[in-house]
């Protein structure tokens, strides 16, 4: 084996890597400090999406809030409306029945009243007895007879 620079193999004359680094400054603490910027790098680019996500997100939450609650006013006013429109559509039925029924009950006493004489507690026998019923009669037959006899 050859030797060079006083009694050094040359194979041994390149310093290794290590060696190399601590020549020109490259040292761990480096090393280290430039993994831990990269790493700053990296969780403020995080933070910063994370920040901006938050955010939109937020913002979006908002809206979904705002129309859901819309939604919710909408349906319920409806549900008013719904409940009004049918209270109107019993009212009528109930009105229209009623009216039908009172519109039979003055049909049958009409009818009533018109076939059955007895209907008010008067008889015949009563409506015969009356004064002014005599009376009526009376004059209907006088008008009769004198208008017959003026014919004569």
């Known amino acids: 084996m050859a030797e060079t ?4 193999p040359p194979q041994q004359t390149v310093p290794n890597a290590g060696e190399r680094e601590f020549e020109i400054g490259k040292d761990e ?35 979904r809030s705002f129309i859901t609650k819309l939604a919710s006013d909408a349906q319920q006013y409806d549900n008013q409306r ?4 049918n209270q109107s559509l019993q009212n009528a039925v109930e009105t229209a029945n009623m009216v039908g029924k009172q519109t039979v009950r003055h049909a049958d006493l009409a009818v009533d009243r ?10 015949v026998n009563e409506i ?5 019923f005599k009376d009526a009669i009376a004059a209907a037959v006088s008008g009769v ?8």
């Open 145 to 152: 007879v004198s208008g017959d006899l003026a014919k004569k």
């Open 82 to 85: 719904q409940v009004i429109a």
């Open 114 to 123: 018109q076939w059955n004489v007895d209907e008010q507690g008067y008889t």
């Open 29 to 63: 603490s480096w090393a280290s400090s430039q993994h831990s910027q990269n790493e700053a790098w990296f969780a403020n680019v995080k933070r910063t999406y994370d920040e901006f996500l938050q955010v939109s997100l937020e913002g979006i939450r908002m809206n």
């Open 5 to 8: 620079d006083g009694g050094i």
């Open 128 to 132: 015969l007895r009356d004064q002014t």
